[in-house]
C-alpha cells in the first residue's frame, strides 16, 4: 500500500480488505482513531502509523510476525498487545509514544533494537524476553523505568540504552560483553 493514504488528516475509520496482508501507508492520519484490519496480516509495515496521534490502543492479530520501523513513532498510544508470532520489531517503532503506559513484549523477541521505545517518557516498567539477545543504542532513551532486570541471554547493550532513564536498580548479568 506504500504511503497511499499518508497525511489524510480527517480520516476517522478504515476498514482493510481480507486480501491485504501486510498494513502500511497512514503515516501522520491525525484524526485516525479504528483501524478494522483482517486476521491474516502478517506485517505492519515502517511508519505504517506514525504520527497518528488518536490511535490510542492497538491489538496486533497473532498473524503478524514482524512490526516495522518508526511504525506506531509519535502516535498516540496508550497501551499495545504484541502476540508472541511478533519475532522482529524494527528500529523506532514506538519512539516518541509519550502516553505509552504498557506494553508486553513477545517472548520470541531476539532483539530489542535502535532507539525503540527512545522518548516514551511515560513508560515506567517493561520485562525484557528471555529471548533477547541485544539490546540496542538509546532503546529507552529518556523513558521513566525505574528498575530493570535484564536476562542472562543479553550479550550486547549499545551506547546510550537507558540515557536519561529514572533507574534507581538494574541487574546487569555475567553475560553482557
Request: aromatic letters at 8%; glycine letters at 6%.
Amino acid at each position: 500500500m506504500g504511503s497511499c493514504f499518508a497525511n489524510c488528516t480527517n480520516l476517522k475509520t478504515v476498514k482493510l480488505p481480507k486480501s491485504i496482508d501486510h498494513i502500511s501507508g497512514f503515516a501522520n492520519c491525525e484524526n485516525l482513531e479504528n483501524v478494522i484490519y483482517p486476521e491474516n496480516v502478517k506485517r505492519i509495515g515502517d511508519e505504517a502509523f506514525k504520527l497518528c496521534k488518536k490511535i490510542t490502543k492497538f491489538t496486533i492479530p497473532d498473524s503478524v510476525t514482524e512490526i516495522g520501523g518508526s511504525a506506531f513513532s509519535s502516535s498516540g498510544l496508550t497501551s499495545i498487545v504484541i502476540p508472541d508470532t511478533v519475532t522482529t520489531i524494527g528500529e523506532y517503532a514506538f519512539k516518541d509514544c509519550k502516553s505509552l503506559e504498557s506494553i508486553k513484549l513477545p517472548n520470541q523477541l531476539h532483539r530489542i533494537e535502535d532507539g525503540i521505545f527512545e522518548y516514551c517518557t511515560a513508560l515506567t516498567h517493561i520485562t525484557i524476553p528471555n529471548a533477547v539477545t541485544y539490546i540496542g543504542s538509546y532503546a529507552f532513551k529518556n523513558c521513566a523505568l525505574t528498575s530493570i532486570s535484564i536476562p542472562d541471554t543479553v550479550t550486547s547493550i549499545d551506547s546510550g540504552a537507558f540515557e536519561n532513564c529514572a533507574l534507581t536498580s538494574i541487574f546487569i548479568p555475567d553475560t553482557v560483553t
